[in-house]
C-alpha cells in the first residue's frame, strides 16, 4: 500500500526518564514521523525502549517515569494537529481509543475473565459513544469480530474458551472499534505459534489497506517486521540509530547494530541471516529441499544414536 507523505503522528526529540536512585534514560531524543497508512516497525533489543516510547506518545506512562522533553503531534486527517502534552483529564480520555488506540504487550491475557466478549467490547462503546442503544452496540461488536476473522456468536464466549489467537484477534478488534487513526501494537503476536502468528500479520495488513489506519509496530524479531513494514527504526538504548525503507535495510544496513542484529537471525534457506520466510523458494524446488533437509537431518540423529549406542 502505498503511504501519504503527510504525517499523521509527529514523535519530536522525545525524551523519557525513570526517576529511582539512579535515573535511567530509557527513551532519548527520539525524533519519528508516522507517515499516513503506513507500517512503521521499530524494533530492537528487549530492554531497548520500545514499549517506554509506545506508552509515552500515548501518554500511558506512570511515575516513576517522566517525559523530560519533547513533545507529540496528532495530526487528524479532519486537517487540525493536537499537542498531546495538551490534553488531560477527560479531554485525554476522549482522545485515546478514538483518535489513537493501542495493543498491548501480552494482550491475549488482557481480557476479563469473568466477562464474556461481548461486555468487554460494549465497554468501549458505553464509555465513547453513550448516545447509542443496546442494539446497535452488539450489532457493532458482531461486525468488529467478523472484521478481525472471529465469528459473532463468540461474543457470549468467556475469553477461556477462545484460543490464544482468537483472544489476539479480540483485542485488535476492540482496539478498532471506533476507527482510529493511529494504532499502537506493542508485540502482538507474543506467544503466539506460527502459524497463528502468521493468521494475525495478515489480518493486520489487510484491515490497514481497507480501513487506511497507520500502525507503529513494535517488536524484537527483524525478519517479521521486514515481512510487513514500510519503513522500520532501529532502537538501542534508548535511541533511534537507524530509520530507512524495509528493503533498503535489509540489503544495505547502514548501522553496524543493524547489521549484528540482522545477522543474529538463524537463517531458513541459506546463508547465517539469510532469513527470508516467503516469495524465494516455491513448489517444487521448496518441496525438494525441504526434503533433502529432512532427509540430512534423520542422517544425522541416526548417527549420534550409534555413537551414543557404543
Same mark, same amino acid.
Given at each position: 500500500?502505498?503511504?501519504?507523505?503527510?504525517?499523521?503522528?509527529?514523535?519530536?526529540?522525545?525524551?523519557?526518564?525513570?526517576?529511582?536512585?539512579?535515573?535511567v534514560h530509557a527513551v532519548?531524543?527520539?525524533?519519528?514521523?508516522?507517515?499516513?497508512?503506513?507500517?512503521?516497525?521499530?524494533?530492537?533489543?528487549?530492554?531497548?525502549?520500545?514499549?517506554?516510547?509506545?506508552?509515552?506518545?500515548?501518554?500511558?506512562?506512570?511515575?516513576?517515569?517522566?517525559?523530560?522533553?519533547?513533545?507529540?503531534?496528532?495530526?487528524?486527517?479532519?486537517?487540525?494537529?493536537?499537542?498531546?502534552?495538551?490534553?488531560?483529564?477527560?479531554?485525554?480520555?476522549?482522545?485515546?481509543?478514538?483518535?489513537?488506540?493501542?495493543?498491548?504487550?501480552?494482550?491475549?491475557?488482557?481480557?476479563?475473565?469473568?466477562?464474556?466478549?461481548?461486555?468487554?467490547?460494549?465497554?468501549?462503546?458505553?464509555?465513547? +459513544?453513550? *448516545? =447509542? $442503544?443496546? @442494539?446497535?452496540?452488539?450489532?457493532?461488536?458482531?461486525?468488529? %469480530?467478523? /472484521?478481525?476473522?472471529? #465469528? &459473532?456468536?463468540?461474543?457470549r464466549a468467556y475469553p477461556?474458551?477462545?484460543?490464544?489467537?482468537?483472544?489476539?484477534?479480540?483485542?485488535?478488534?476492540?482496539?478498532?472499534?471506533?476507527?482510529?487513526?493511529?494504532?499502537?501494537?506493542?508485540?502482538?503476536?507474543?506467544?503466539?505459534?506460527?502459524?497463528?502468528?502468521?493468521?494475525?500479520?495478515?489480518?493486520?495488513?489487510?484491515? +490497514?489497506? *481497507? =480501513? $487506511?489506519? @497507520?500502525?507503529?509496530?513494535?517488536?524484537?524479531?527483524?525478519? %517479521?517486521? /521486514?515481512?510487513?513494514? #514500510? &519503513?522500520?527504526?532501529?532502537?538501542?538504548?534508548?535511541?533511534?540509530?537507524?530509520?530507512?525503507?524495509?528493503?533498503?535495510?535489509?540489503?544495505?544496513?547502514?548501522?553496524?547494530?543493524?547489521?549484528?542484529?540482522?545477522?543474529?537471525?538463524?537463517?531458513?534457506?541459506?546463508?547465517?541471516?539469510?532469513?527470508?520466510?516467503?516469495?524465494?523458494?516455491?513448489?517444487?524446488?521448496?518441496?525438494? *529441499?525441504?526434503?533433502?533437509?529432512?532427509?540430512?537431518?534423520?542422517?544425522?540423529?541416526?548417527?549420534?544414536?550409534?555413537?551414543?549406542? &557404543?
Open positions: 500500500m502505498k503511504t501519504a507523505e503527510h504525517p499523521v503522528l509527529s514523535i519530536e526529540n522525545l525524551s523519557i526518564d525513570y526517576l529511582a536512585e539512579t535515573t532519548r531524543d527520539v525524533s519519528l514521523t508516522l507517515r499516513r497508512g503506513e507500517i512503521l516497525g521499530l524494533a530492537g533489543e528487549s530492554g531497548c525502549g520500545k514499549s517506554t516510547l509506545a506508552y509515552g506518545l500515548t501518554r500511558l506512562l506512570k511515575p516513576p517515569a517522566f517525559i523530560t522533553g519533547g513533545r507529540v503531534v496528532f495530526s487528524s486527517r479532519e486537517g487540525y494537529d493536537i499537542d498531546l502534552s495538551t490534553l488531560g483529564g477527560e479531554d485525554l480520555r476522549a482522545f485515546r481509543w478514538d483518535k489513537i488506540a493501542m495493543v498491548f504487550q501480552g494482550a491475549m491475557n488482557s481480557l476479563n475473565p469473568v466477562l464474556r466478549i461481548a461486555e468487554q467490547l460494549e465497554d468501549v462503546f458505553l464509555t465513547h +459513544r453513550p *448516545e =447509542l $442503544g443496546k @442494539a446497535e452496540r452488539r450489532r457493532r461488536c458482531g461486525e468488529l %469480530l467478523e /472484521l478481525v476473522g472471529v #465469528d &459473532r456468536g463468540r461474543l477461556h474458551e477462545l484460543s490464544g489467537g482468537m483472544r489476539q484477534r479480540v483485542m485488535i478488534a476492540m482496539a478498532l472499534a471506533l476507527e482510529p487513526q493511529v494504532l499502537v501494537m506493542d508485540e502482538p503476536t507474543t506467544a503466539l505459534d506460527v502459524v497463528v502468528q502468521r493468521e494475525i500479520l495478515q489480518e493486520i495488513t489487510r484491515l +490497514r489497506s *481497507e =480501513l $487506511g489506519f @497507520a500502525v507503529v509496530f513494535i517488536t524484537h524479531d527483524l525478519p %517479521l517486521l /521486514l515481512e510487513i513494514s #514500510d &519503513r522500520i527504526a532501529i532502537m538501542r538504548a534508548g535511541l533511534i540509530i537507524e530509520l530507512d525503507d524495509a528493503l533498503t535495510l535489509y540489503t544495505n544496513p547502514q548501522h553496524p547494530y543493524t547489521r549484528r542484529l540482522l545477522s543474529s537471525f538463524p537463517s531458513l534457506t541459506g546463508e547465517r541471516g539469510d532469513f527470508i520466510r516467503s516469495g524465494v523458494l516455491t513448489g517444487d524446488i521448496a518441496l525438494e *529441499e525441504t526434503e533433502q533437509t529432512l532427509e540430512a537431518t534423520a542422517a544425522e540423529d541416526v548417527g549420534i544414536d550409534k555413537e551414543e549406542a &557404543r
